[in-house]
């Protein structure tokens, strides 16, 4: 359902800072798949999420999403099927709105003219005591007054509200208390499950990287460079991806003194 075809994105081109962030990069992601992203920090995961969403124009490549290719699809046109989370709970919702007038503008279809409606009422009342972190009594609370926990599950309502045909979590729980954060993981495949939603998730923790999903994806310098699935990765220990990890980083860091004694 997305594919992801030689896709480079270069920063700063011909420029002193110039920085390739995604190298040729290619993925196909199939409907139903819940793929966890893996990597060290400036390995080109949220870029790769910004490519998908449309935030820049790519150096080359194509991105196709339901076999419609999307490379020059503006942002707010994909964002209709795209669903996106950040580390931070601050930026999903507007804060000094309401936590029903965030799910009216959220919903769109006119519904933020129908929030005085009862039944439109009861409705978000009843997704929202889905959620169990007591947001049900809140309708009328500033966003702004809720917890961080609260907050981001209300944005992961928000997101899914109208279910998109994907889902990008970009280190969603992150930012949060450990019991906040383990209870926004079960909502998110809770969520993910019920409406079928295709989904990729960047975290930092490998435990849950493997635990989470049916395929996990290892990224480092605007690379893929492991792509577990099925037994593989049933048989994948957190032990073994660490270790990958540091071979890695250590190619890598060879690689750059190669350059730095070349230079
Ligand atoms: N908008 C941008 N402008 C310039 N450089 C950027 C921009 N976004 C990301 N980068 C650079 O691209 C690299 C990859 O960044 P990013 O995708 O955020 O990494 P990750 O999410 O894996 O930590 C980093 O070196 C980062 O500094
Ligand atoms: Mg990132």
Same mark, same amino acid.
């Given at each position: 359902?997305?594919?992801?075809?030689?896709?480079?994105?270069?920063?700063?081109?011909?420029?002193?800072?110039?920085?390739?962030?995604?190298?040729?990069?290619?993925?196909?992601?199939?409907?139903?798949?819940?793929?966890?992203?893996?990597?060290?920090?400036?390995?080109?995961?949220?870029?790769?999420?910004?490519?998908?969403?449309?935030?820049?124009?790519?150096?080359?490549?194509?991105?196709?999403?339901?076999?419609?290719?999307?490379?020059?699809?503006?942002?707010?046109?994909?964002?209709?099927?795209?669903?996106?989370?950040?580390?931070?709970?601050?930026?999903?919702?507007?804060?000094?709105?309401?936590?029903?007038?965030?799910?009216?503008?959220?919903?769109?279809?006119?519904?933020?003219?129908?929030?005085?409606?009862?039944?439109?009422?009861?409705?978000?009342?009843?997704? &929202?005591?889905?959620? *169990?972190?007591? !947001?049900?009594?809140?309708?009328?609370?500033?966003?702004?007054? #809720? +917890? %961080?926990?609260? =907050?981001?599950?209300?944005?992961?309502?928000?997101?899914?509200?109208?279910?998109?045909?994907?889902?990008?979590?970009?280190?969603?729980?992150?930012?949060?208390?450990?019991?906040?954060?383990?209870?926004?993981?079960?909502?998110?495949?809770?969520?993910?499950?019920?409406?079928?939603?295709?989904?990729?998730?960047?975290?930092?923790?490998?435990?849950?990287? &493997?635990?989470?999903? *049916?395929?996990? !994806?290892?990224?480092?310098?605007?690379?893929?460079?492991?792509? #577990? +699935? %099925?037994?593989? =990765?049933?048989?994948?220990?957190?032990?073994?991806?660490?270790?990958?990890?540091?071979?890695?980083?250590?190619?890598?860091?060879?690689?750059?003194?190669?350059?730095?004694?070349?230079?």
């Amino acid at each position: 359902m997305l594919k992801i075809n030689h896709v480079q994105k270069t920063f700063h081109p011909n420029s002193p800072d110039s920085h390739i962030a995604l190298r040729d990069l290619s993925l196909e992601v199939a409907q139903g798949d819940f793929v966890t992203i893996i990597g060290s920090n400036g390995a080109g995961k949220s870029t790769l999420f910004n490519a998908i969403c449309g935030s820049f124009e790519l150096d080359q490549g194509q991105i196709f999403l339901d076999g419609k290719d999307i490379t020059h699809t503006p942002d707010y046109i994909r964002a209709k099927n795209i669903g996106r989370l950040f580390q931070d709970p601050l930026s999903g919702t507007a804060s000094e709105m309401t936590v029903l007038e965030n799910l009216a503008l959220a919903q769109g279809k006119g519904g933020w003219l129908s929030i005085t409606r009862k039944s439109e009422k009861e409705f978000f009342r009843e997704q &929202l005591k889905a959620l *169990n972190m007591q !947001l049900e009594d809140r309708l009328d609370t500033p966003v702004g007054l #809720l +917890s %961080g926990g609260q =907050r981001q599950a209300l944005t992961l309502l928000m997101a899914t509200i109208n279910p998109p045909k994907l889902l990008l979590l970009d280190e969603h729980t992150a930012a949060l208390d450990p019991n906040s954060a383990a209870k926004i993981m079960e909502l998110t495949k809770k969520i993910v499950k019920e409406n079928r939603i295709t989904c990729l998730m960047i975290t930092h923790n490998m435990q849950q990287a &493997l635990d989470v999903g *049916n395929r996990t !994806l290892l990224m480092h310098d605007g690379k893929i460079l492991m792509d #577990l +699935s %099925g037994e593989e =990765r049933e048989n994948m220990s957190v032990e073994d991806l660490l270790s990958a990890f540091k071979t890695i980083q250590k190619e890598s860091f060879d690689n750059d003194r190669m350059l730095l004694i070349n230079e």
